[in-house]
T-cell receptor, first 116, second 112 residues
């Protein structure tokens, strides 16, 4: 089946630094990828939709200048948390759609971000 | 997306069947019923989906009520590795490149 690889799985950073999270579709091309955020004991919240070759679409309340999304190829989307603060500490998850298998979404294993 | 209602939590003994219910009284004729699950510290994974007829795969079975206003995910023999949050999600047939919208799901605990 289709595989989505997400790196790193865990990152600890100091407040004010930027962190980049990568999401790769390993055996399929993904024109669309999604980024979610999940706080402890809560459900996944959609942050943005990443489209290859165009600007990402952000959900209401998500700061596009803080959460930079780049989808430069059909297999890679990146989320950069800029000037991270402790309140940005969360579990970030990416998801991708495989062409021809639109009824299923495939998810990365998630990135646990801890900002000190 | 039409809303689904699931119990917050359920508990099962290991190696016994588990029936996870989901109510979706406002389902439309073109909504597929999807189930995903999220193991601790992992991203969600696809479990099963269906439209009208019951569905079986290697992971689980999906029983859909005749009026489609409810469905049940069946794990035939729960194992400790099945402990996860199970999400029931409606997704329109023509959703194409749209994301999944997650509710709170049901947290399944499996007791050895």
């Amino acid at each position: 089946g289709a595989v989505v690889s997400q790196h790193p799985s865990r990152v600890i950073c100091k407040s004010g630094t930027s962190v980049k999270i990568e999401c790769r579709s390993l055996d399929f091309q993904a024109t669309t990828m999604f980024w979610y955020r999940q706080f402890p004991k809560q459900s996944l919240m959609l942050m943005a939709t990443s489209n290859e070759g165009s600007k990402a679409t952000y959900e209401q309340g998500v700061e596009k200048d803080k959460f930079l999304i780049n989808h430069a190829s059909l297999t890679l989307s990146t989320l950069t948390v800029t000037s991270a603060h402790p309140e940005d500490s969360s579990f970030y998850i990416c998801s991708a759609i495989s062409q021809g298998l639109e009824e299923k979404l495939f998810f990365g294993s998630g990135t646990q971000l801890s900002v000190l | 997306d039409a809303k689904t209602t699931q119990p917050n939590s359920m508990e099962s003994n290991e190696e016994e069947p588990v029936h996870l219910p989901c109510n979706h009284s406002t389902i439309s004729g073109t909504d597929y019923i999807h189930w995903y699950r999220q193991l601790p510290s992992q991203g969600p994974e696809y479990v099963i989906h269906g439209l009208t007829s019951n569905v079986n795969n290697r992971m689980a079975s999906l029983a859909i009520a005749e009026d489609r206003k409810s469905s049940t995910l069946i794990l035939h023999r729960a194992t400790l590795r099945d402990a996860a949050v199970y999400y029931c999600i409606l997704r329109d047939r023509g959703s194409g490149n749209t994301p999944l919208v997650f509710g709170k799901g049901t947290r399944l605990s499996v007791i050895a």
